[in-house]
Each structure stands twice: as structure tokens, then as C-alpha cells.
């Protein structure tokens, strides 16, 4: 299997937040707001997608390795620190 080191966004924040269970998530009416993606409340960083495996039980990444992580670098598929990209 090949190994697929790219960035993926993945979004942080309290946990209430990632299950759009904020109200930020509500229309004025009470209703799910589907026009937002994401509150405010969430960082959005970058992870390595191969590093940082999803995990299906609790449903959210749990241990996230930003990108570009040492193995991406060691390949040449990100610039080191300091490189232009
Ligand atoms: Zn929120
Ligand atoms: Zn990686």
C-alpha cells in the first residue's frame, strides 16, 4: 500500500463545535443553518492525511500530526522549513 502523505484541513475546537452543536450552527429560527460549515469557535490547521488516521470509533482524527510531517519532508513531497513551496 502506498503510503499518501498530503495536507488535509482538519478542524479543531471544542467538541460541541465539531458536532455543529453550537449556536452558531442555528438559524434565528432554530433551525440548522446549513450555510455554515464551520463556527467561528473551530481553528482550522492543516494535518498530514497518512499521519494523522481518522479514527472511525470516535469519529474524529485523535492523534493529528501537522502538515508537512517528518516523513513528507524526508520525501521530498514538502519543503523543509524555510523553503518556498
Ligand atoms: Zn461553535
Ligand atoms: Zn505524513
Redesign the pocket.
Known sequence: MTEQHEPITVYS??I??VER?????LTADGYDNEAVEN????TPRQVCKECSPYDDDAGFIITAVAWPCPTAVDLGIAPRDGEAA
Open positions: 475546537g471544542a460541541r463545535c452543536d453550537c449556536a452558531e450552527y463556527c467561528s469557535h473551530l
